[in-house]
């Protein structure tokens, strides 16, 4: 069945002509509004264990984690040959450019690894780290910058302790895309205060960034979090998608954002473990994909069929 969205899997199948499975990588990090940098406590819904798999962490080194990575990944895919190292957790350029290009250096030496995936903040980008990205690119490696840009809102920024407003996002990501990157961005969908409306309201202002691909999650209350404790105290705050509201919602932001963007993730998994309720049950990310493309074709929706 042909999909009704731009697929991001679909893109590597197109131009690479297989699969390219990202392992997740820990290298050590952490970020400016953890250290003091510019806050401190970090994101108050961030809870970096609930994020990635037991495969990766810090404590081990970055082969290690590659070939664990690739040892878990082969039990589901078993025809994959190449690799790319998902530098995830935390801000992963916050750092000298020496650290930098060893940890980016060693990943890439691995023989299956064709290329890295950098996930960072956009205030932790400046062009002497792009520069260094240019130099593995300029080797023949495939490089991708992804920032959490999280949302499109100063106010829920702020609110969030972001330490950055969206100004800085649009900086980094023009940045990033005049040097020929593609770039990815990541947004989560039912922070406190922001209206259904307004989710909808940010896809002209997505379409408006130089973007390649786009990620999209669900707000997921991490026990512990400052998060989780302003839901129990102020609900009100809080939209609380049931599946079928969430589906229905990425529906309706699908339609309205340009079709060239390539749709890497509409919604997220955190283990049981780390929350108190999970209401949508056990589902899979690749039921919800079914679910949604389902749904997309009751509703007779393409994306992009409401871009302005």
Excluded at 29 to 40: A, I, L
Excluded at 87 to 111: C, I, K, M, W
């Amino acid at each position: 069945m042909e999909k009704r969205y731009n697929s991001y899997v679909g893109y590597f199948r197109e131009k690479y002509g297989e699969r390219l499975q990202k392992l997740v990588i820990d290298a050590g990090f952490t970020c400016p509004n953890r250290d003091g940098s510019v806050g401190v406590g970090g994101c108050t819904y961030c809870d970096n264990d609930a994020f990635h798999p037991n495969y990766s962490t810090p404590g081990k080194s970055i082969r290690r984690q590659l070939d664990e990575g690739i040892a878990f990944h082969k039990v589901r895919y078993r025809n994959t040959r190449h690799y790319l190292a998902y530098f995830q957790s935390y801000s992963n350029t916050y750092a000298s450019l020496d650290r930098l290009n060893q940890v980016y250096g060693e990943a890439l030496a691995h023989p299956d690894v064709v290329g890295i995936v950098i996930g960072t903040r956009p205030d932790c980008i400046d062009p002497s780290k792009l520069d260094l990205l240019e130099r593995f690119r300029d080797k023949g490696k495939l490089v991708i910058v992804e920032y959490g840009i999280e949302s499109c809102y100063d106010a829920t920024l702020k609110h969030i302790n972001r330490g950055h407003d969206f100004e800085c996002a649009r900086r980094a990501v023009a940045m990033s895309a005049e040097r020929g990157f593609d770039v990815g961005a990541h947004f989560i969908l039912g922070l406190p205060g922001e209206s259904r409306e307004m989710l909808l309201d940010q896809c002209a202002i997505i379409n408006s960034l130089p973007l390649h691909s786009i990620k999209f999650h669900q707000l997921q209350l991490v026990k512990g979090t400052r998060m989780e404790a302003e839901a129990k105290e102020h609900p009100e705050r809080f939209l609380n998608f049931s599946l079928d509201e969430y589906l229905d919602l990425i529906v309706d932001i699908l339609r309205r954002l340009r079709p060239d963007l390539y749709i890497e993730r509409v919604a997220g998994e955190v283990p049981p473990r780390f929350v108190e309720e999970n209401r949508w049950g056990l589902i899979r990310n690749f039921e919800i994909l079914r679910l949604l493309e389902r749904r997309m074709e009751e509703r007779n929706a393409r994306q992009g069929d409401l871009c302005k």
